[in-house]
């Protein structure tokens, strides 16, 4: 087959003269293909079809007119259609490195990952020049769990490209998801060089630091995500987190309570919160944020799952210079963009709209399923949820959010399958190993909940809450002495961890340890004083 000669993607044809529309009987399919594309460009996509239709009929053989008519129905986020004509032109012109590049575009639109990846990488192949494709490669990858091959792919790119702050950041990101927090770090700062006000590098540059134990680092690059976004939850809640364990309790609770304003269903903060109004003395406040967490009903969640657990299904990183999105991609970004900002009332409108208008638009549901969630509404989470996963059925975050989402409903039994199905997806992701241990614990499946747990701590050490949960399922298990072993390392971990530290105190008083019971309940007495006391009366029947 002759080579195929490259078609700009929407650019209008320089002998075109812009005026009244030629009759369209009698036009050959050159002049059908050139005014397709500029009604394309224009938004006037019915015109854009009818012509391009005709080009198609003409020539039916020429990959052009597939082409462009796929690159239509992109336009107007009709992707089962997009994806037809774009893999007929993909079909006809096989060594054409761009019509597979926005076929892999097309079928990321319509969730099916895999097919994307093998056609960005099949672009790649026949266009190594092209950074564009090695990104959009390494996004499909990494949304496979392939973050080795995504790393690879990336390294790649940079050469092409070394002044793309997402591509180094997307590197930081792979790399972090692969327990590489320390390299991950020169990649965050060299994304934040190019880029100071990248949201997502701070964020995960923040949580690395915490990781590590750097405070200085990790509460630097809080406030400066802060400075730039002063809504961001995340970031609030972090920051709180680091100085109540400082003792800063009025800072700390000034950026809790920021953080539960912007995310209401944020149940971690809710837990700090209770425990820093309750170090003030503010019983009646810290009782009404306990009781918010035991509603939302979860442990605390740690430094580093706030942001796998928590944040917006991903979305593919957008070529520059690609056409603006239809209307129902605008409303997706919309409500993407409201979630981040907090304000989820707004974000669930805008996702309804989106899914309104293209009912397929996988990412949508799952969008939308999320923020129902964050809103208390999980009936309707889990309506979206598994229309999203009919769509996309091995989306790492749909199968993580429909098995919380099951959790929120107590339905257990159907949590474990999602979970389980998410932690099958993706070994190395701690985050759904972590996941799949709370849903057997709530099973009474401590030999396995003990399992999940600790292939969560060995993927990511640092995660509190796995420890913790581990010990409570030692316990179950009748492990007390590595019961004990695993409350110790919470509290290694995060010293003002009380309900490691009580049960801790159990632990020791089971294994004859009474002296070591009283250390950790006088220790208890400034964290939680309630707690604290139930020990007492364990002890001694009250005395101090």
Known sequence: MSPVPAVPLLVLATALVVGAEPPADGLDARTHLALGQRYSAQGLFPQAIEHLQRAIEQEPDAPQGHYLLGVTYSLMNE?????????????????????????????????????????????????????????????????????????RVL???????????????????????????????????????????????????????????????????????????????????????????DGKLDEAIEHLEKSVAAQPALKGAHYQLARAYRLRGQNEKAEREAETFRRLGSEPVDDASWRTDAAPPARAPRETGQPQPGPAAAHYEMGVARQRAGRF??????????????????????????????????????????????????????????????????RWPEATEAFERAAGLNAA?????????????????????????????????????????????????????????????????????????????FALLAAGDRAGAREQQKALEALDPNLALQLALRLDGGGR
């Open 429 to 505: 992701d701690a985050g759904a190993q972590y996941d799949l241990g709370r849903a057997y614990s709530k099973q009474r499946r401590p030999r396995d909940a003990a399992d999940a747990y600790r292939r969560a701590i060995a993927l990511q050490p640092g995660l509190t809450a796995a420890h913790f949960n581990l010990g409570l399922a030692r316990v179950d298990l009748g492990e007390n002495a590595e019961a004990i072993e695993a409350f110790r390392d919470a509290l290694r971990l995060e010293p003002g961890h009380a309900p490691a530290r009580f049960n801790l105190a």
């Open 155 to 245: 390294l790649a790119a940079l050469e092409r490209q070394p002044r793309n702050a997402s591509t180094w950041f997307l590197l930081g990101e792979s790399l972090r998801r692969l327990g590489e927090n320390e390299k991950a770090i020169g990649y965050f700062e060299k994304a934040l060089e190019l880029d100071p006000a990248h949201a997502d590098a701070l964020f995960s540059l923040g949580t690395v630091y915490a990781l590590r134990q750097d405070r200085e680092k990790a509460i630097a690059s809080y406030r400066h995500l802060l400075a730039i976004d002063p809504r961001h939850p995340g970031a609030h809640y972090q920051l709180g987190k680091i100085l109540l364990r």
């Open 345 to 410: 009332s707004e974000a669930m409108a805008a996702l309804e709209q989106a899914v309104a208008l293209e009912p397929d638009h996988a990412a949508a549901w799952s969008s939308l399923g999320w923020t129902y969630a964050r809103l208390g509404r999980y009936g309707k989470a889990l309506e979206a949820y598994l229309r999203a996963r009919q769509l996309r059925p091995d989306d790492m975050q749909t199968l993580r959010g429909l098995g919380a989402t099951y959790g929120n409903l107590e």
């Open 79 to 151: 992707t089962t259609r997009a994806v037809a004509e774009l893999e007929r032109a993909a079909h006809l012109a096989p060594d054409h490195a761009g019509f597979r590049y926005y076929l892999g575009l097309a079928y990321l639109a319509a969730g099916r990952t895999p097919d994307a990846a093998r056609e960005l990488a099949e672009s790649v192949r026949l266009d190594p020049r092209s950074a564009e494709a090695r990104s959009n490669l390494a996004w499909a990858l990494m949304s496979l769990g392939k973050n080795g091959e995504a790393a």
